[in-house]
């Protein structure tokens, strides 16, 4: 058995890891299970995994605490996807625990083990069972047992990878939509390859990467969250000490919510919406000296917000080619996810300052979000991902900045065209978030695209080919027949009396086919004001707001 190994194992591994994924993507993205050709789980985790192969074959001769700092920074910017977020959260996790390491034995991987499963259930706000964090942490318990039978690095790697097998079955029990569906989780697979490739290549069978073209895809998020608190307080601490800021995270999670806390060995920034933010601020000095304070009493602001948010004008935005924006120095700047020129040029007309090519089968990874953060010329920026597979990317733009930067949880574009709508110029970055939330849920989207697989999804067997229609992002209904599909859409946005609906159609869509849907909600829907807009997006036909 191989006891320890360098940093030039842990990049061998790494490397030989990452050709793995991307040998076996296909496979894991059969796995999922929701039929939208949104991009999949295998591609999300290959691309992530990529990110890290440039900076690693640059690397010179370093040890285990280097190489694993150069994988968690690689993988931190290039996640895409709630899978390759996760991923890239088990690997800033690992790195934490080698980073005082030159060489490590199989004691030291289970404890970076543990270390990476934490990390990884730390970050999200719901973590569910039956997925990756269910299997990493299974795998973390067998390695931590495993290290006490026999501390070599084989020996440990192999019993996790043995565990990890041995849990991926129950994913299926433990998920009932896996139930439903008879597969087990696409990312456990996932996670399970790159332990078999991790420890082949410790034996000296390198996965060499395939010959093949990286494509991008999107993939699936956390569910977002409701605000039931009065005071909004953020902060940013200079780390002191040696409190353990996980303990501090749980403490806010018990006494508040709307929680964003981002931690590096530098600082801890803290979003919490509380009833007590002295009690939140006295804890929190435990960690270390204020760089920042700020609370607002956000029950005094609510009357004046909602108004001003149901108020706001409805979108009528012409097509138009997309203009370049200069902007000058401000304290408010927003970023919006968009794809399709139509699309992109309605932000960029109400006010989007920086537009990221994505969503769909163009999944942006967090440092392309990141960039256009930072190329947007304020203070303070607004994030729009504008699809729910982006959201938990483009949150992990917190703390990679100086600037404050806020997520607001858009599923889809009509709901950030919505949100964009109700902020009104010279809004403080607190008043602009709240109003945007309130406006955004207000939306109705509806959606019409192709299944990409065979499925069985909350209960539709759906056929590969067919027509799929989404309301609020769960299948409404799904037709060979596209115009008895919209004519359903239509009747169901008449049955809930509503007042406006704008209908985007994609770039496949003629303009006749277009005018064609718009008579059709104009007959269902007698009391709305129905208005088209040429959105130019790929793969959904059509995108409909409903207000």
Not at 36 to 42: A, C, I, K, L, Y
Not at 67 to 91: D, F
């Amino acid at each position: 058995m191989i006891r320890k190994i360098d940093g030039a194992a842990l990049k061998t591994m790494t490397l030989s890891a990452a050709a793995a994924v991307e040998r076996d993507k296909q496979r894991i993205n059969d796995l999922n299970v929701f039929p939208v050709p949104d991009g999949d789980t295998g591609t999300n985790m290959s691309l992530t995994l990529g990110a890290s192969v440039d900076v690693l074959n640059n690397a010179k001769n370093a040890g285990v605490g280097k190489i694993g700092e150069l994988i968690a920074g690689a993988l931190l910017r290039g996640a895409r996807g709630n899978s390759g977020v996760i991923t890239s959260l088990l690997c800033r996790g690992f790195s934490r625990g080698v980073k005082a390491l030159d060489e490590m034995d199989g004691a030291d991987l289970a404890a970076a083990m543990k270390l990476s499963s934490e990390t990884a259930y730390n970050a999200v706000m719901k973590p569910a069972e039956g997925t990756i964090l269910t299997v990493s942490r299974l795998a973390a318990e067998k390695a931590a047992v495993a290290a006490e039978e026999d501390p070599s690095f084989e020996y440990v790697l192999e019993q996790a990878l043995l565990e990890a097998k041995r849990a991926l079955p129950e994913t299926m029990e433990q998920n009932p939509v896996l139930k439903k569906a008879g597969v087990v989780d696409a990312g456990a697979v996932g996670y399970t390859v790159i332990l078999e490739a991790a420890l082949q290549a410790l034996r000296g069978k390198i996965t060499d990467a395939p010959a093949a073209s990286r494509e991008k895809a999107d993939f699936s998020s956390f569910s977002t969250e409701e605000i039931n608190f009065t005071y909004c307080t953020e902060f940013i601490i200079e780390r002191e000490g040696s409190a353990d800021p996980f303990l501090f995270r749980d403490f806010l999670n018990g006494i508040g919510d709307s929680l964003v806390f981002v931690e590096d060995d530098e600082i801890i920034k803290v979003h919490v919406h509380t009833n007590d933010p002295g009690q939140v601020l006295h804890e929190a000095i435990k960690h270390g000296a204020f760089s920042m304070v700020k609370i607002e009493n956000m029950r005094l602001q609510h009357t004046a917000k909602i108004n001003a948010a149901e108020s706001a004008p409805s979108p009528a935005p012409a097509p138009a080619p997309i203009p370049a924006r200069t902007e000058p120095d401000k304290d408010l700047g927003f970023v919006a996810v968009c794809s399709g020129e139509g699309l992109c040029s309605a932000l960029l007309q109400i006010g989007v300052d920086s537009i990221v090519q994505g969503g769909q089968t163009m999944n942006p990874s967090t440092q392309d979000i990141l960039n256009a953060i930072e190329s947007t010329p304020s203070s303070a920026v607004i994030v729009l991902p504008n699809n729910k597979n982006i959201i938990l990317a483009a949150q992990q733009c917190v703390g990679l900045t100086d600037k404050d930067v806020r997520v607001i949880p858009t599923t889809s574009i009509p709901e950030g065209i919505s949100a964009m709508i109700s902020v009104n110029p010279g809004m403080k970055v607190d008043d602009a978030e709240e109003t945007m939330k309130a406006s955004a849920a207000c939306v109705r989207t509806m959606e019409v695209t192709y299944a990409a697989r065979d499925a069985q999804f909350d209960g539709w067997d759906i056929k590969q080919g067919d027509y799929l229609a989404l309301d609020c992002g769960k299948p409404f209904g799904m037709d060979p027949d596209l115009d008895s599909l919209l004519g359903s859409l239509a009747k169901s946005a008449g049955d809930s009396d509503c007042e406006y609906i704008c209908i985007y159609y994609g770039q496949d869509v003629t303009a006749d086919q277009a005018e064609h849907t718009k008579a059709l909600f104009e007959s269902a829907c007698p009391n709305a004001e129905v208005n088209l807009v040429d959105g130019g997006q790929p793969v959904y036909c059509y995108m409909i707001s409903v207000e």
